[in-house]
């Protein structure tokens, strides 16, 4: 079976630096590559080719639903989740708009149901969850 590839796409270099670490156990997973703004987000996801990309709402440059339409225009296959502390009133509908497949509402408290809700996304479920 092809493992899922995730590219990683947060400002955080702590995030960067951990979140990783959580699909060293997951044998259908791998983390193809880490991006620290939406600008680059978009050069990388072409160059790696990812089945999937953990999106932050909030970064530098390009936030993370500019960042989701401009790749979902050059690689529509691709799925997009995105993740956010923040949360304001219509930011589900624009990130429904942008053709991300989910929503999670940071911080991540059950890291095995967002393992499958990773699964899930790839499989074709869409979801808007405030916790996985």
């Known amino acids: 079976m092809?493992?899922?590839?995730?590219?990683?796409v947060d400002d955080s270099d702590t995030v960067l630096e951990t979140f990783p670490r959580f699909f060293?156990?997951?044998d259908d997973m791998e983390m193809v590559g880490t991006v620290n703004n939406?600008?680059?987000?978009v050069k990388v996801a072409e160059q790696l080719e990812p089945t999937i990309i953990l999106m932050n709402y909030v970064m530098p440059f390009m936030?993370?639903?500019q960042a989701t339409q401009k790749i979902l225009a050059k690689m529509p296959d691709?799925?997009?989740?995105?993740m956010s502390h923040?949360?304001?009133?219509?930011l589900l509908e624009e990130i429904l708009a942008s053709g991300a497949k989910a929503f999670v509402k940071q911080p991540i408290d059950n890291i095995d149901m967002f393992m499958m809700l990773i699964r899930d996304v790839v499989a074709g479920k869409d979801y808007l969850a405030q916790t996985p």
């Open 24 to 26: 060293e156990f997951e």
């Open 86 to 90: 923040y949360t304001r009133d219509g």
């Open 78 to 82: 691709v799925k997009i989740i995105i």
């Open 38 to 41: 939406g600008i680059d987000s």
């Open 63 to 65: 936030d993370g639903i």
């Open 2 to 8: 092809t493992p899922i590839r995730i590219l990683m």
